[in-house]
């Protein structure tokens, strides 16, 4: 019980070392704080140089990527009619292969099935433009729903129509 208690002198002796070790620390710690703050001013200085030379890079550049940039400007506008060829030739048959087939194909989720008269006469008796329009924006009957143009919205009116007019077509 006795090693518990301390006297005041050999207390103070303590709080004096712990204050003088304090000290040491803190001087220590400025001394570090110093150092990693010199070197963080060198590589701030480099960085700033490698930052210059980016800059003297991309300055100097664009004169090699002018040389470069011709030829591809004037491949450009030759490849540039093969897209349009190709949206022009989409036949119905495409679209619905990719766009359609997919719930038609098998009369998934209430869809009418593809060929299938008894699933369709009701519905052509409606007309064509009512069919396309249900197609192109979407249409929730008795059945299930048909998603606006199947689900795919980047394909046109004219697309979607075509693909309705294959369904048609082909109702036997
Ligand atoms: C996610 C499944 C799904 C896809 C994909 C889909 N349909 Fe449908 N479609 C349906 C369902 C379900 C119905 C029936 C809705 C009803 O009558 O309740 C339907 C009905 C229709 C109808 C009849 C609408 C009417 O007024 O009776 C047409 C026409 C049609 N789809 C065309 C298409 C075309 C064209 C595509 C492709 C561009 C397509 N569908 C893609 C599910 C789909």
Known sequence: ???NVMSDSRFGRIFGIMLAAMAVLTVVLIII???IGSTLKDEMASLKDQA???EL???IEPIGKIAFGEPAET???EAAPAPEAQAEAVSGEATYNSACAMCHGQGIAGAPKFADAGA????????TDTLYTNAIQGFK????YMPAKGGNAGLSDDQVKAAVDYIVDNIK
């Open 120 to 127: 369709w006469n009701d519905r052509i008796a409606k007309g």
């Open 75 to 77: 491949a450009q506008p």
């Open 57 to 59: 890079i991309a300055r």
């Open 52 to 54: 210059k030379k980016n």
């Open 1 to 3: 019980m006795s090693d």
């Open 141 to 144: 009957g008795a059945a299930g």
């Open 33 to 35: 704080a110093n150092i």
